[in-house]
């Protein structure tokens, strides 16, 4: 794998290394002879002199050996130099810890030194970043804190100074690590890069992601999609809000995107998305230790009601299902709990209990195999010794962590800090707060459901480009950039997709000829190159009953559209089929400009603006992916039938979805198809694509 040596270099040199304290160079040096680095290390100054043992070289020609990575920590001004000198010493990659590039506006800079790497074979990792950490080879080339510790924890992150923070915080919660890697501005290598060397590496279990913004995310989304199904991966995406998002693009130079699409594509990959930083530390710290359950069933034992019944309520809130068959739990428990306890799950021992009790509930639950997952709650009493009680976890998670998931959360004075502080540091699974403990358990039962998933893949589906091509230039020929009705219909022929019959008037005569023909009743829609939206024009009619009322609104639609664009060209107007009433849903496909090719769905007609019940799916998209994205709405159950009636035609949404998954995949100069309403009617009966609209980019349009 060609970036392998950029985890696995055998040697680095750190050019803009500096024997004063305060620079950057001196600590990126500081920190890979602390760690132990194996490999050649060969500090780079034009003034020479030595720093912490080792000579400094006054240029690069000057290594006695090949150099993998060459740390770039000097002015903006200079590092294209420096970039050029690397290349004629056959660098295989440039760290460029750097900043003043793309984020302050300055990409053309930024573009010319990928550009050059590139050109000789060289991998570039920033500008605009700390540094990387790689346990392989036991190396800190960053300027961070440094003592960070190995474990089974990859982090993958876009910012630096978080990224700096996070090293702290690393040290701070025991949690070790397999790598830690800046992104920054992504110029050349992103996260699709280091998760491929990630996936591979024995000594990872977990990845976290920090992402700010989204490059090349049709990539992103297939890397994830193997990934996910060997490994955890947990993302923090920042620029959620309108605001957070401007910030993140000024940050990094990259677009933020859609939060909405961004959380729909990582949950179709399998990806945990966590709500802050301590969320996705807790969860990454559980995931690196937790074994996968054998079931869904999960157990909750207490010595108080009320914390169970908060813990009862957290499991619902994040999708852990509790193991409740009475029979079988009394049968389980009843001889470990006291008679005024309870054998209902939450099994409650009661504020009298022992350390003795718990252990006996515990094995009881922790050896049988009807019971999946077990989360023990304790709140502080006079009666029980805190010390001794921290024992007795120390030695049941020794004992069953490698049989099934086990958590545990206390909740009490000081005592009961001091004693989930000591247990967090030998890596056990304790949390002060019962919503934290559950949250860690739903991360891991996401991952396991989507694993219980078989591997899915879009079926394949050859769209006919040519004859798509030949429509979009003749619509090019006329300087347009959307479809007209007409053209739309040919479009939706090719993909098999049902529209109302329609026909497009160009007289009075011929409107009132069509209607006759379609059949009563008609609407009837404006034809025009530069009227795009026709409703804010006045150029749609509905439910025409007869020929006068034909006339009558043929004439109101073009005195209408007049009056909104005067100099408008009116080709006619269509005349299309009434359809009858059904579920009015929205199923749209565009090119997103993060994700590439997206699709989605949810409910349509005049709601969709209101309620914006929708949910995206990155293209093409499978039956079973498909078959999510549609389930996930809210308004979902209207689909399965309320109040009597008939499921409906969920299978005819499902296979529009396919299509326009594909046709935005394979024909990328088309920008925006949106079917809005979809009419879905009861099963077996099928939908019909009501209204259509179609823009696409001209040739070499930038995208």
């Excluded at 893949?457 to 006329?478: K, N, S």
Aim: include cysteine; hydrophobic fraction near 40%.
């Amino acid at each position: 794998m060609a970036i392998q040596s950029l985890f696995e270099p055998r040697s680095v040199a750190v050019i803009g290394a500096s024997q004063d304290k305060a620079k950057i160079g001196y600590r990126i040096v500081e920190n890979i002879v602390a760690s132990g680095y194996v490999g050649r290390l060969y500090p780079v100054n034009p003034k020479g002199g030595e720093i912490l043992g080792h000579r400094m070289l006054r240029d690069l020609a000057e290594a006695d050996g090949p150099v993998d990575m060459a740390v770039i920590a000097i002015p903006a001004a200079h590092v294209f130099s420096a970039v050029e000198s690397c290349a004629a010493q056959g660098v295989k990659n440039a760290v460029i810890i750097t900043s003043g590039f793309s984020e302050v506006g300055n990409a053309d800079e930024e573009k010319r030194i990928a550009r050059l790497a590139r050109e000789h074979g060289m991998r570039v990792l920033g500008p605009n970043i700390f540094g990387i950490y790689s346990s392989s080879v036991s190396l800190d080339a960053t300027f961070g804190p440094g003592g960070i510790l190995p474990g089974r924890v990859a982090i993958v992150t876009q910012s630096g100074a978080l990224g700096i923070a996070m090293i702290g915080k690393t040290a701070a919660e025991s949690l070790g690590l397999s790598a830690l890697v800046s992104t920054g501005n992504k110029s050349d290598i992103d996260e699709s890069d280091l998760l491929e060397y990630l996936e591979g590496d024995p000594r990872t279990k977990v990845i976290l992601l920090y992402i700010e913004g989204v490059k090349r995310g049709d990539r992103l989304v297939e890397t994830l999609k193997r990934v996910t199904r060997q490994k955890h991966v947990v993302v923090i995406k920042s620029g959620r809000s309108r605001r957070g998002a401007v910030a993140a693009a000024s940050h990094t130079g990259s677009l933020a995107g859609a939060d909405e699409i961004f959380d729909s594509v990582m949950r179709q990959c399998g990806v945990l998305r966590a709500e802050s930083v301590q969320e996705a530390f807790d969860w990454a710290r559980f995931l690196a230790d937790a074994v996968l359950p054998a079931g869904k069933e999960t157990v909750i034992i207490t010595n108080g009601g009320g914390i169970g019944v908060l813990a009862s309520d957290a499991c619902e809130k994040d999708g852990v299902e509790l193991y409740d068959d009475p029979n079988e739990l009394k049968e389980a428990f009843s001889s470990v709990i006291p008679d005024f306890g309870s054998t209902k799950n939450p099994i409650d021992l009661t504020g009298q209990a022992t350390a003795n009790d718990y252990a006996r509930a515990l094995q009881v639950a922790l050896e049988r195999d009807e019971i999946h997952a077990v989360l023990a709650l304790y709140c502080e009493t006079a009666l029980f010794d805190t010390q001794e009680f921290a024992r007795l976890l120390e030695d049941v998670y020794g004992r069953y962590r490698s049989r099934k998931p086990i958590l545990f959360s206390l909740f009490g004075g000081e005592k009961i800090e001091k004693a989930i502080h000591g247990l967090r540091r030998q890596g056990i699974p304790v949390f002060a707060d019962v919503y934290e403990a559950v949250s860690c358990l739903g991360a891991l039962y996401r991952s396991w459901r989507y694993l219980r998933e078989p591997e899915d893949r879009p079926e394949p589906m050859v769209i006919d480009r040519t004859a798509v091509e030949g429509i979009l230039d003749g619509a090019r020929r006329e300087d347009r950039g959307f479809l007209l009705a007409n053209e739309v219909q040919q479009v939706a022929a090719i993909l098999g997709i049902e529209m109302p019959r329609s026909i497009v008037a160009s007289s009075l005569d011929e409107a009132v000829r069509a209607a006759k023909q379609i059949g009563y009743p008609v609407v009837m829609k404006v034809v025009s190159k530069d009227i795009l939206h026709k409703s804010d024009a006045g150029g749609v009619a509905l439910d025409l009953e007869n020929d006068g009322e034909v006339i009558d609104a043929y004439q109101a639609i073009l005195r209408s559209c007049r009056a909104y664009k005067p100099d408008a060209i009116i080709a006619g107007v269509e005349v299309v089929q009434m359809v009858r009433p059904g579920v009015e849903t929205i199923l749209g496909a565009r090119q997103d400009p993060s994700f590439g090719p997206v699709v989605m769905f949810g409910l349509g007609g005049i709601y969709v603006e209101v309620m914006k019940d929708v949910s995206f799916r990155a293209a093409p998209v499978s039956r079973r992916e498909a078959q999510e994205m549609i389930a996930s709405i809210r308004s979902y159950p209207l689909l399965l039938g309320v109040r009597g009636e008939k499921r409906k035609e969920i299978e005819g949404i499902v296979d529009v979805a396919i299509k326009l998954g594909h046709v935005i995949d394979q024909c990328r100069d088309l920008t925006d198809i949106e079917i809005n309403p979809l009419v879905v009617y009861d099963h077996g009966e099928g939908v019909k694509a009501v209204d259509m609209r179609i823009l696409f980019r001209h040739p070499g349009e930038v995208r």
